[in-house]
């Protein structure tokens, strides 16, 4: 069995699908190839409503952020597929997560939030989706968002 086949076999499993891949919100690009790795800029949390936006520890509660984590996910593996020319059996492993949280200075539950993206990610690609991180608080995001995370994926 294929990764593509894996990733999507899980994905419709978890009743999810990949969004379209994101466009750049200001002046970068969604992603960049060095070497056998890819850097996916930043993705904020939405999902078929819009935005998923507010603070956590005021807004949302750590579940809902979880969610918003677990949209900024998706879209990181749309990214992925991207840069991969629609072929995610190039994506050999995810290396590293940086989630940004939007929280209020005494909310500590980032690692739980980020968690989200990282459930997902290990329930998708299996070891392969097992990777470091940092999960960090933001005083705010762009747009409001709830969740931003950038990803690094090693490819073939």
Same mark, same amino acid.
């Given at each position: 069995? *294929?990764?593509?086949?894996?990733? #999507?076999?899980? @994905?419709?499993?978890?009743?999810? %699908?990949?969004?379209? $891949?994101?466009?750049?919100?200001? =002046?970068?690009?969604?992603?960049?190839? %060095?070497? =056998?790795?890819?850097?996916?800029?930043?993705?904020?949390?939405?999902?078929?409503? &819009?935005?998923?936006?507010?603070?956590?520890?005021?807004?949302?509660? %750590?579940?809902? &952020? $979880?969610?918003?984590? !677990?949209?900024?996910?998706?879209?990181? @593996? $749309?990214?992925?597929?991207?840069?991969?020319?629609?072929?995610? *059996?190039?994506?050999? !492993? @995810?290396?590293?997560?940086?989630?940004?949280? =939007?929280? %209020?200075?005494?909310? *500590? #539950?980032?690692?739980?939030?980020?968690?989200?993206?990282?459930?997902?990610?290990?329930?998708?690609?299996?070891?392969?989706? !097992?990777?470091? !991180?940092? /999960?960090?608080? /933001?005083?705010?995001?762009?747009?409001?968002?709830?969740?931003?995370? #950038?990803?690094?994926? #090693?490819?073939?």
């Amino acid at each position: 069995m *294929t990764m593509t086949h894996e990733i #999507e076999t899980k @994905l419709a499993e978890l009743g999810l %699908t990949l969004p379209d $891949a994101p466009a750049p919100a200001a =002046n970068y690009v969604p992603y960049v190839q %060095t070497g =056998n790795l890819i850097h996916i800029s930043g993705q904020i949390s939405n999902d078929e409503a &819009g935005l998923i936006v507010g603070k956590l520890g005021l807004d949302l509660t %750590t579940e809902q &952020g $979880a969610q918003a984590a !677990r949209s900024c996910a998706l879209s990181l @593996l $749309a990214q992925a597929k991207a840069a991969s020319d629609g072929d995610l *059996t190039k994506v050999k !492993r @995810l290396v590293k997560m940086v989630g940004f949280v =939007n929280s %209020t200075p005494d909310f *500590t #539950e980032q690692p739980t939030v980020i968690n989200g993206a990282s459930d997902l990610m290990v329930a998708v690609m299996g070891d392969a989706g !097992r990777h470091a !991180r940092s /999960a960090v608080s /933001a005083a705010s995001l762009p747009l409001g968002v709830a969740v931003e995370i #950038e990803a690094i994926f #090693e490819v073939v």
